[in-house]
């Protein structure tokens, strides 16, 4: 028998967010989110993600021990701004048995009735920057900090749950030295107009601080139309720069400005730091000197972000960031490169990678299911 309990104390939180170490422990290329983060998913002071939400965790008994769990998440401004009525699924990991991970979405679905949606769908985070997607593609490939890994029977279970495909992404595999020649074209000409790398002006300090909000100005506006979007505003803002901030290394990062000192495009190359949080289970106080090393001098780069503002998207700017980009990782000796998820249906970020060398490494995907 399967029983499902609601999270309503730090003991159960602890269970909650410990079960997936346990059942990736010998997954080398399972990547945890940061404990502390997780243990206060549910705290609105302290999850500055979760913002507007009204989330619920739930953990899956079977013969008294933790068999799942999964976060229930609705986001009242997802549903207005996408007009819609439904309840995301997030953080949803379970042994192979298809009736648990039939038993743990049925709570979901049924903390949906309760406030009068109609559909289902995931895995979706708090916003945008949260884990998103399930893997269906590419599980020998390691995680990057910002994707979740998912054994193969995951998606199988949905599919056998009647869930549909909803959203996917792809991730690709960089080879900086084979990144289209015509962008080192494009980038000299561009030199001669008012467009400046402002990390190649100033300290990253100074440069989070003048340009914080702009860059989040620019983010929702880039993005804005892209699959169950939320503009990241407010306190989230704090949240997400906090988390930049921790882990930039300014040689792969670049943020363009125009002559109005206005961000007009980005590209956020981060130090691939998954190892590390593997080896320390997501403790990152036990990986701390590891952890400063690999930023400081990575082999592993992950392009975590990469977005121009929507007047700017037929200039070439984007041309200029990746030829830089592919530079610094030549120049740094990063011997590999991936670019975290792309949805497919973001045709112009996907088109920026036609005439380069690149590989398909993993896919992800999201379902949907109307609550009957």
């Known amino acids: 028998m399967i029983e499902i309990i609601e999270v309503k104390n730090k003991s159960m939180m602890k269970k909650f967010v410990t079960f997936p170490l346990k059942l990736y422990k010998d997954n080398v290329n399972y990547v945890p989110s940061l404990y502390v983060d997780e243990m206060n998913l549910l705290k609105p002071k302290k999850n500055l ?3 507007n939400c009204i989330a619920k965790c739930f953990l899956a008994i079977k013969d008294n021990k933790v068999v799942g769990r999964v976060c229930a998440i609705i986001s009242p401004d997802s549903n207005a701004s996408h007009n819609e009525k439904c309840i995301s699924f997030s953080r949803l990991d379970m042994i192979d048995d298809i009736e648990v991970t039939k038993a743990l979405l049925d709570a979901v679905i049924k903390f949906g009735k309760e406030n009068g949606l109609n559909e289902i769908h995931g895995p979706w985070g708090f916003n945008d920057a949260d884990r998103e997607g399930m893997l269906t593609f590419g599980f020998d490939e390691y995680s990057t900090f910002g994707t979740a890994y998912s054994f193969e029977y995951y998606h199988k279970h949905m599919e056998a749950l009647g869930y549909k495909k909803e959203s996917e992404w792809s991730e690709y595999r960089i080879y900086p030295k084979e990144i289209d020649p015509r962008y080192k074209r494009i980038a000299e000409h561009l030199k001669k107009r008012n467009y400046i790398d402002i990390v190649k002006q100033m300290p990253l ?10 860059f989040f100005e620019c983010y929702n506006r880039a993005y804005a139309n892209l699959d169950n979007f939320v503009p990241v505003d407010g306190r989230q803002r704090k949240s997400m720069l906090k988390t930049f901030a921790t882990i930039l290394n300014p040689h792969f990062f670049c943020l363009l400005i125009n002559e109005k ?8 190359g981060l130090p691939y730091i998954g190892e590390v949080i593997h080896n320390c289970q997501g403790k990152i106080i036990k990986g701390i000197f590891p952890l400063l090393r690999t930023i400081k001098n990575p082999d592993r780069v992950e392009l975590a972000l990469i977005a121009v503002d929507p007047i700017y998207q037929n200039s070439g700017v984007h041309a200029l960031m990746l030829a830089n980009f ?19 249906t973001n045709i112009k970020t996907q088109n920026i990678w036609a005439g ?8 992800r995907q999201t379902y949907r299911k109307v609550i009957q």
């Open 261 to 268: 000192d206005d961000v007009i495009a980005f590209a956020v």
């Open 326 to 344: 592919g530079d610094d990782c030549v120049k740094y000796n990063v011997k590999d490169v991936v670019a975290d998820p792309i949805l497919t």
């Open 356 to 363: 380069s060398h690149v590989d398909l490494r993993a896919k």
């Open 205 to 214: 300090k100074k440069v989070i601080k003048k340009y914080g909000d702009k």
């Open 49 to 51: 993600m979760l913002g």
